[in-house]
């Protein structure tokens, strides 16, 4: 458990040059998150708690680092990006530990701003454009993002992640379906093998050059507001996952996340227009097949197998985001 004391909020609002009293609210566990207001003031106080950190809070020093980074590249590039205002990458701070602390973005998430129907489309359009933007940062290696971007080749013998080699995503697919075939038909399992099999050798070129992936990029993590000339993103929040690789991950689990929401239907074609084109259906249905079970919860119904199996026989975005699974 963690939890922030009334001395280590006066402690942490002096740190950010603020002198009245700061309201502090848990929003999220594992990682942590906190709302901390203070008068106008907004920011959000993340710390890194997930299980696979473990005991040793100096690493996480590095996912600050990381994610600062992140959001540093954004806007070095010119697009909008979550302000970093306190980045304590070690023990000497009010918490005992690593801690990143952003300012509050303008408007609200895209999945909650989609429900006023007159300018659906429309802030669809400006996600697909910013998205694209984003897409189009290069660099000349794989990895996670830090300052300048990844320095050297993959370690083959460390982890990685799927958006960062075809030959991982082969292999995290292939360790997917080991794990679930028990619960699964045999004709199923099957389709998948010969699918999985051929990853490397398809998606080989999507990885070349290795270009900004949000990595997590869920709708609703983007903040979307409107103004006198129409629907803009300020920028999106959580780049805990942000890596240079394949760009085609972050339009999954857009997708993902888009399926069940009901308000606009045919979420993607404005999306893509904004995007400026359409990605590969055929590619982008093998990464959705060898997404994990977990990625689908409350978005997707219907069981494992109905779900894969409605991807496995989609021949269109019609198909895959119209027709229900089951």
């Given amino acids: 458990m963690l939890t922030i004391s009334e001395e280590q909020s006066r402690q942490i609002a002096r740190l950010l040059g603020l002198h009245g009293p700061m309201i502090v609210a848990q929003v999220k566990a594992y990682n942590h998150v906190y709302r901390l207001v203070s008068g106008s003031d907004i920011f959000y106080l993340k710390t890194y708690t997930k299980d696979w950190y473990g005991d040793d809070l100096a690493a996480t020093g590095a996912c600050v680092e990381h994610e600062a980074s992140a959001w540093a590249i954004l806007a070095a590039n010119g697009l909008a990006a979550t302000e970093v205002v306190l980045a304590c990458r070690d023990y000497e701070n009010p918490l005992g530990r690593p801690f990143l602390i952003t300012r509050q973005l303008r408007g609200a998430p895209l999945t909650e701003q989609i429900r006023q129907p007159s300018g659906a ?6 996600a697909g454009a910013y998205l ?25 013998h460390a982890w990685q992640h799927r958006c960062w080699s075809a030959r991982q995503r082969q292999r995290d697919a292939q360790t997917m379906l080991l794990s679930e075939e028990a619960n699964l038909s045999p004709v199923l399992v099957q389709a998948l093998e010969s699918e999985f099999a051929t990853i490397e050798q398809r998606m080989g070129s999507a990885y ?3 270009r900004y992936t949000l990595g997590d990029c869920h709708a609703s ?5 409107n103004d006198v000339d129409g629907w803009h993103v300020a920028g999106f929040v959580d780049a805990e996952v ?19 929401i009901s308000a606009y239907a045919r979420w993607w074609e404005p999306f893509f227009d904004g995007y400026g084109g359409t990605p590969d ?20 119904p219907g069981t ?8 496995l026989n989609a021949q269109s975005w019609e198909d895959l985001f119209l027709k229900r699974a089951g």
């Avoid at 993590?221 to 507001?225: A, G, I, L, T, Y």
């Avoid at 942000?242 to 069940?260: P, T």
């Fill in 242 to 260: 942000a890596s240079a690789g394949d760009r085609g991950e972050d339009l999954v689990k857009f997708a993902i996340e888009m399926y069940d």
């Fill in 208 to 210: 070349i050059p290795p």
């Fill in 132 to 156: 694209s933007r984003v897409h189009a940062i290069t660099f000349p290696f794989p990895g996670y993002l830090i300052p300048g971007g990844p320095m050297a080749p993959l370690d083959q």
């Fill in 281 to 300: 259906f055929d590619l982008f249905r093998l990464r959705l097949l060898g997404a994990t079970g977990p990625e689908f919860l409350d978005s997707w």
């Fill in 221 to 225: 993590h983007f903040f979307v507001f």
């Fill in 304 to 311: 494992r197998e109905q779900i894969l199996t409605h991807i």
């Fill in 121 to 126: 489309a429309a802030m669809l359009r400006a």
